[in-house]
């Protein structure tokens, strides 16, 4: 049974790698700014957008790969407000700043297609309390981090120097990566895509 991962993250491929997963990567773009829009518009609760895209994902490349075929998408929410990744370094210092002293949630979704259709799927909520971090420190984190700021909606690499960003964490570790992981093995196993 062929795995595929409908993502372009770095990150993502680097989990599954780490796993021992034999796995192919197929990205086939979908408006993920179209999908958030109409479903803030229309009031749906963040998580069904998370869900929603991360389906819109897998779905995509299920419809012409034979497979398990995996989507994931994550988003931050802070203050009831849905955050997307910063678009340029000052966006992501006005970010960490208006982060610092606060807690904030990203949810993630999991979705595996097959044959076009959604099969299994998996939301994991982890909240992230931010510390009062000094000036210095975060001028000396932007410095550091640069253009890398811009890759995940936080404005930070937990895995990384971001880790120092924090006071406390709820969550799993790969899926505050981006990937609820030992959940995907389970269904894996499961299915017998994988030794179990």
Not at 9 to 17: F, K, L, P
Not at 76 to 95: N, T
Not at 171 to 181: A, D, H, P, R
Request: glycine fraction near 8%; hydrophobic fraction near 45%; include cysteine.
């Amino acid at each position: 049974m062929p795995i595929i991962l409908a993502s372009g993250s770095a990150i993502r491929r680097e989990i599954m790698e780490g796993a021992g997963l034999d796995f192919d990567v197929v990205v086939k773009p979908v408006d993920e700014a179209a999908i958030k829009d109409a479903m803030l518009a229309d009031g749906a609760r963040m998580r069904d957008i998370a869900d929603a895209l991360a389906e819109a994902k897998a779905r995509r490349v299920s419809q012409q790969q034979e497979g398990l075929v995996i989507g994931s998408d994550q988003i931050m929410v802070m203050d009831g407000q849905l955050f997307d990744k910063p678009a340029s370094v000052e966006a992501a210092r006005e970010r960490l700043i208006a982060m610092r002293g606060k807690t904030h949630e990203l949810i993630g979704a999991t979705v595996i297609c097959e044959n076009g259709q959604a099969v299994w799927r998996h939301i994991a909520v982890s909240k992230l309390s931010v510390r009062d971090f000094s000036d210095t420190f975060l001028d000396t984190y932007i410095a550091r981090e640069g253009d890398s700021l811009m890759k995940s909606v936080g404005a930070y690499r937990f895995e990384g120097p971001g880790a120092q960003l924090f006071s406390a964490v709820e969550g799993n570790f790969f899926s505050i990566l981006g990937l609820s992981l030992l959940p995907i093995l389970d269904y894996l196993r499961v299915r017998g895509a994988i030794v179990a």
